[in-house]
């Protein structure tokens, strides 16, 4: 498991580093200009000069490089010196964005807490849901539980976030006041009362996008558990004269788990993407809507730098996916 | 002939187990399927009464449906003087030591992320209270009486072969001292050379420790080497039941000549002049049987009254039952064109 982790990990670093040389090349045929949003006043030549200050003027190979050396050597070297107190020296220059003027690792540093509680207690609440929901369902097939749970998730899985959020902000803030529309980033949590607003400001995004999560998850749990519950050792099991509870919990739902939880797995890296709509509708400045801002701006190294960490957790979590899977399933070895 | 004096272990009367057949736009009930319709039989302490048939005559559904694996439409099975046939399962729960089964497929029938030691002792943890200590004795006990050695018992089934995942799932099945077994198709799943290996272990701990088989096969000459008694069924229904020798030398109901006639002789000179009985047609659907006789559509002697009247299930001679009109209890020979002319009039 150790050797085929390892080499997994080695054979993930040529493709990343694809993944790097595509996503520059996509986002520089892009027809995209860091200067267009800027004031009409300005006129062309300086504005031409504040694209050469930016570095367009050079070759695309000597604009990846310089990327490339400044992600993989001067950011790893600027962590470790943050985190260590060192002081490696030298004159390192960070990947920057082009709007802010600002370290971009600074950014999503600063805008990974909004999305990982939003985003990702949105996703532990989908999965809470989720799976008792399709267990139940595929216990119960065709009850009107499962008649109502299918409903339920197939309304979550084919209505837009940027419905469902409209809709509850309608409903819950516009009409009956209960919860704040804009989720506001500066609110501290420091005492019971802070908190209980922190809770009431999270309430209507994560709803909307546990919902959606847990309509896709509840699919996965309740397929899985019916291709189960017909196999011949639940059937054992029973003829063993196990309660119901067992043959159903230990049984069928052990069983059960091991395709849902790569789906989970694989799920994961969606969370550190944000959720962009749903963050643009609840005005929670996360890495999601720092994405779509910057490719507004045309901020090309911020939009590099983001897509490529996405690539890596989507890798990082492929592989996780498949280990997960041979460490619950013994009928998988990987050597 | 050999009627135990004592009740029988398994007592079967009138088991019925259909399976609703939904369909249409609102999934109305629009039919069943009668997988087992009506089926009566007894199995006798430490004897061991086949059930052959074809594929789909119910043969595994009746397995199951006696074992109350599934909850039978209709009839009443009485195992070990406890009438079963309509308790619940929770109670029935309590119950399950005493009957136990071994099942068809070894593959799939094994719990994959069960190790053995977990397969055979969830059952002694669930019924019994031993201490961890004496439950390994018992698993190592149950693997040595199977035959696997018991270094096996950490792994997992997918890591045996077919013959040894079948002596795990008898393991599993003697686990907690049954009394009675229903072997559903145990060999089928098995290589040939396999199959008397498992055949003469399922004899080697009948004598052991006084098991009652019910074995269900379709290979006749399996059945004829291993029961006491053999029931023959059709479309649902026992057509035939008898002991062994009884059956295999004068079987009475045209279904069952027509079955026997069908397995091969080894001698070619023999198989050369043996005749056939070659039945033409389809079995009919469970869903759909014929009226009167299930078996009139195919039967070689079918005449009117068989596709109006379904025949009685009825002793012809001592210990020997059948289903079929031109079968007289005077005449324990196949009863020909005569008998059914005497019927007819």
Known sequence: ?335 | MNEAPSAPLVRVRGLKMHFPVHAGLLRRHVGDIKAVDDISLDVNESETLGLVGESGCGKSTAGRAVLRLYDITDGSITIDGTDISNIDQDKLRHLRPKMQMIFQDPQASLNPRMTVAGIVGEPLVEHMSLSKNERLDRIYELMDAVGLARSFANRYPHEFSGGQRQRIGIARALALHPKFIVCDEPIAALDVSIQAQVVNLLEDLQERFGLTYLFISHDLSMVRHIADRVAVMYLGKIVELAPRDELYATPLHPYTQALLSAVPEPDPVRESQRKHIILTGDVPSPANAPVGCNFCTRCPKAEDICRQIDPEFREVAPGHFTACHFVTDTTRKTAGSTAGNEANT
């Open chain 1, 1 to 335: 498991m150790l050797t085929y982790t390892i080499r997994r990990l080695l054979l993930a670093i040529p493709t990343l580093i694809a993944i790097s040389l595509i996503i520059f090349l996509l986002l520089d045929l892009a027809p995209s200009d860091p200067t267009a949003n800027l004031p009409l006043t300005i006129p062309p030549d300086v504005r031409e000069k504040i694209r050469q200050s930016l570095g367009l003027g050079d070759p695309i190979y000597i604009r990846y490089l310089l990327w490339c050396k400044q992600f993989f050597v001067n950011e790893p070297l600027n962590m470790l010196e943050q985190w260590f107190g060192w002081d490696i020296g030298g004159d390192r220059l960070r990947v920057l964005s082009w709007q802010t003027r600002s370290p971009v690792v600074d950014l999503i540093v600063q805008r990974m807490p909004q999305t990982l509680w939003v985003v990702g207690m949105s996703y532990v609440v989908g999965v809470l849901i989720a799976l008792p929901i399709g267990i139940i369902s595929a216990y119960r097939q065709y009850s009107w539980f499962d008649q109502v749970g299918t409903f339920v998730s197939m309304v979550g899985f084919s209505v837009p976030t940027f419905f469902t959020g409209v809709l509850v902000i309608v409903i819950f803030s516009v009409w009956l006041g209960w919860f704040p529309s804009i989720y506001d980033t500066t609110h501290q949590v420091t005492d019971w009362q802070s908190f209980l607003f922190q809770i009431k400001q999270m309430i209507m995004p994560v709803a909307v996008l546990a919902l959606f999560n847990a309509a896709q998850i509840s699919r996965f749990m309740r397929a899985s558990m019916l291709d189960n519950l017909n196999q011949d050792y639940v059937r054992t099991a029973r003829a063993k004269g196990m309660r119901e509870r067992t043959v159903v919990l230990v049984h069928v739902l052990r069983n059960s788990l091991i395709p849902v939880v790569t789906v989970i797995a694989l799920g994961v890296p969606q969370i550190f993407g944000g959720a962009i709509i749903t963050e643009q509708v609840f005005k929670v400045n996360g890495l999601g809507q720092l994405l779509i801002i910057s490719i507004q701006g045309g901020d090309l190294p911020t939009v590099q730098t983001l897509t490529f960490i996405f690539a890596v957790l989507i890798i990082l979590f492929n592989l996780v996916a498949d280990v997960l899977y041979g460490v619950l399933d013994p009928r998988i070895r990987y050597d």
